[in-house]
């Protein structure tokens, strides 16, 4: 038996979408599979967890051990981006000031951050990074093994920084 799921297999997963040629683990566990969209030649590893909203573009790989919570916001992965092993991505997380309960708690007593995170295009994570709610790595970004992102790195304009030191 193949390790990953048969094409037929993928359809009767309850994807919203599944793409061509998707390499998805059979040791992947998937929540909320109606509001998962993978897209052409992606891989999911195993280990992986996919939860709530989200969209793989086309060759996207999330390596082993990888979890993905989307909630309501959503994780955007775009083409080409990659996931390294061991990383958590979190559209919604608690609150951790001690102003509010976390999971177990009803949710009059949470406090609950939600917002979209992206990885544009042929981004990649290094493998054990954790990528809070509201973070968007620009197109090509590269963030180093073990790290926490949480805000959307600021984006420098090389070309304006040469200019201005050429110019003097």
Do not use: W
Not at 5 to 16: C, V
Not at 77 to 106: F, H, K, M, Q
Not at 135 to 153: D, K, Q
């Amino acid at each position: 038996m193949d390790s990953y799921y048969s094409e037929q297999e993928l359809q009767g997963l309850g994807l919203k979408y599944c793409g061509k040629d998707v390499r998805l683990s059979r040791n992947a566990k998937i929540y909320a599979s109606s509001r998962i969209v993978i897209g052409d030649h992606s891989r999911i590893d195993d280990f992986c967890v996919l939860s709530g909203s989200i969209t793989i573009g086309q060759y996207v790989h999330i390596a082993v051990y990888s979890a993905l919570f989307g909630g309501a916001a959503g994780i955007f992965l775009e083409d080409c981006s990659t996931v390294s092993s061991r990383c958590c991505i979190y559209a919604a997380n608690d609150d951790y000031s001690g102003l509010a309960l976390s999971s177990g708690a009803p949710d009059s007593y949470r406090k609950i951050e939600q917002a979209p995170v992206r990885l544009r295009e042929c981004s990649i994570l290094g493998s054990g990074c954790v990528v809070l709610p509201g973070v968007t790595l620009e197109e090509g970004a590269a963030v180093g093994a073990i790290s926490l992102v949480n805000r959307s790195p600021r984006r420098r304009d090389m070309r304006l920084l040469a200019r201005s030191l050429l110019e003097g």
